[in-house]
């Protein structure tokens, strides 16, 4: 099972402020890497899929970048909507996981 | 638009089966596949499995023992039976759409919070 291991647990940022998420993968995932974003009491919501690209709908802010096992992503100004729980995930090998999530906290 | 919609028993006693069902509307469900995702309390998201309308299943080895999921074509949805639940199983359970059999989680429904407790 490929390990995904977020970092920070906790980001403390203020709005407009640039906000760098990361992600490791225990193995390569090649670029099978997606981001979601969840706020309090909803369902998490699809960012970024395959390391770099926008899911429909969602600002340009928002950029994902890396390969192999090393990821990120970028919230380059924070909007007010913007602090959540953000995870990522892999879909290159079975099963499917998790990381354990970047809180974004004002 | 596609929309999911967990339901369900909120409470289930331990040892006991937990069963819910998501249905689908906007798109038919034989489709796309089709997700089974959890979360504890405060805690992260896992993955259960997936499955797609020809029957082919795919489950997380730490669940695989104690899952079934399957799909009702003529009412357009989704089921998942979980046995022998205990309350490491009491979570929100979510429904989520993928368009191939490893796509990310596009869509998602609302989560149904499932407790284990007697």
């Known amino acids: 099972e490929i390990v995904l291991t977020q970092s920070p647990a906790t980001l403390s940022l203020s709005p407009g402020e640039r906000a760098t998420l990361s992600c490791r993968a225990s193995?390569?995932?090649?670029?099978?890497l997606a981001w979601y974003q969840q706020k309090p009491g909803q369902a998490p919501r699809l960012l970024i899929y395959?390391?770099?690209f926008r899911a429909t709908g969602i600002p340009a802010r928002f950029s994902g970048s890396g390969s192999g096992t090393d990821f990120s992503l970028t919230i380059s100004s924070l909007e007010p909507e913007d602090f959540a729980v953000y995870y990522c995930?892999?879909?290159?090998?079975?099963?499917?996981?998790f990381g354990g999530g970047t809180k974004v906290e004002i | 638009q596609v929309q999911l919609q967990e339901s369900g028993p909120g409470l289930v006693k331990p040892s006991e089966t937990l069963s819910l069902t998501c249905t689908v509307s906007?798109?038919?469900?034989?489709?796309?596949?089709w997700n089974w995702i959890r979360q504890p309390p405060g805690k992260g998201l896992e993955w259960i499995g997936n499955?797609?309308?020809?029957?082919?299943?795919n489950n997380s080895p730490s669940l695989q023992s104690r899952v079934i999921m399957s799909l009702d074509t003529s009412k357009n949805q989704l089921s998942l039976k979980l046995s022998s639940v205990t309350a490491a199983d009491t979570a929100v359970y979510y429904c989520?759409?993928?368009?191939?059999?490893?796509?990310?989680?596009?869509?998602w429904g609302q989560g149904t919070l499932v407790v284990v407790s007697s």
């Open positions: 995930q892999q879909r290159s090998n079975w099963p499917l996981t």
């Open positions: 989520a759409r993928s368009l191939s059999l490893r796509s990310p989680f596009d869509d």
């Open positions: 499955t797609y309308y020809n029957g082919r299943t």
């Open positions: 906007g798109v038919s469900i034989t489709d796309y596949y």
């Open positions: 193995q390569s995932v090649t670029n099978y």
């Open positions: 395959d390391a770099s």
